[in-house]
């Protein structure tokens, strides 16, 4: 559920069945240059499934934890086994998933 080929570091290819996203808004900055983010609605989220997990962005993934849902992961794009372009501008692969 985004937008480009997840690519784990053993081979395996995950394509996308479609896209999933979340809106968000954000309070005012504080005195101290902080504000809250508050996630809107999720769309492009299929209804739970037994025994299926979804493949979304730490973005979504973060919201639907809100909402309780339990079937999805990110891409675990901080690991330090993620393995990135020379200039460690373009993450090529993952070494698994995050929940």
Known sequence: MTPHTINLNDGREFSSQGVARVSATFSEFD???????QFGEVAGLPEPKN???YIVSALVLAAVKDLGRT???A???GHP???RSEDRKIILSVPGFVE
């Open 51 to 53: 025994g299926v997990r």
């Open 71 to 73: 079937d999805c992961v």
């Open 31 to 37: 005195e101290n240059g902080i504000c809250r983010q």
């Open 81 to 83: 086994d993620c393995k």
């Open 75 to 77: 891409p675990a794009t």
